[in-house]
């Protein structure tokens, strides 16, 4: 499958603890986006990445999110000391310009 | 500010008629407006989408127009079908670059057979 992969798919956690979600693009692309979705909203944009730089966090992103693209390939984004608010589809998308090419979510349940 | 609004939040539709959905965008440097589909349990996927330098694109069943003047994008389905029901979103680039994408809050189609 050459689409974007997000791993895993379904995370259930409690309240409090550290998860970390990773998302393989397509290989050719060089930037990286990553949305949290709830029930009957649209994503909502949390940070996207150029090769490895970092270029824009949301400013309603708190400091217990963080996200890496060390080589310029694959992302994680890690959550510490998760709230039950942060339950959501975590979405990966990538693209080199216009379209975005979107993962399957990973959806995490805070407990 | 950075904003997308999108209307309706639902749409009901007989098969065969017109469905027509509308967004708003806050930011006047914004550029490029795709639509995205998703349907129940799957990921968003691009159907259409347009560019500030062109005023209106088709691709068979499915138009969009842009305004930007009055900073608003519409999407436009003819001869809607069943499997036309699904989620609708609008988005918009925003910020240096035109990189970064607000999403509206989409519509929910529904094509009663």
């Known amino acids: 499958d050459t689409g974007v992969s997000q791993n895993p798919r379904h995370k259930i956690t409690k309240r409090g603890q550290n998860v970390t979600f990773r998302c393989d693009p397509i290989?050719?692309?060089?930037?990286l986006y990553w949305y949290r979705q709830t029930l009957g909203q649209g994503p909502e944009f949390l940070t996207y990445f150029q090769n490895e730089a970092q270029l824009e966090k949301s400013r309603l992103l708190s400091d217990r999110f963080s996200a890496e693209r060390p080589k310029g390939s694959f992302s994680t984004l890690e959550i510490q000391r998760t709230e039950q608010g942060d339950s959501a589809m975590y979405l990966c998308?990538?693209?080199?310009?216009?379209?975005?090419?979107f993962g399957p979510g990973t959806r995490l349940t805070v407990t | 500010g950075e904003n997308v609004e999108q209307h309706p939040s639902t749409l009901s539709v007989q098969e065969g008629d017109s469905a027509v959905i509308k967004c708003t965008y806050s930011?006047?440097?914004?550029?490029?407006f795709p639509w995205y589909k998703q349907e129940l349990g799957k990921r968003p996927q691009l159907i259409i989408d347009?560019?500030?330098?062109?005023g209106e694109k088709k691709d068979q069943r499915i138009a969009v127009t842009l305004n930007k003047t009055a900073k608003h994008f519409s999407l436009h389905i003819t001869e809607t079908q069943p499997e036309d029901s699904a989620v609708y979103f609008c988005a918009a680039s925003v910020g240096t670059g035109g990189f970064k994408t607000i999403f509206g809050a989409g519509t929910r189609l529904f094509v009663k057979a």
């Open positions: 347009i560019r500030s330098n062109v």
């Open positions: 998308a990538s693209t080199t310009e216009g379209e975005q090419y």
């Open positions: 930011d006047s440097a914004s550029n490029y």
């Open positions: 290989s050719e692309h060089n930037r």
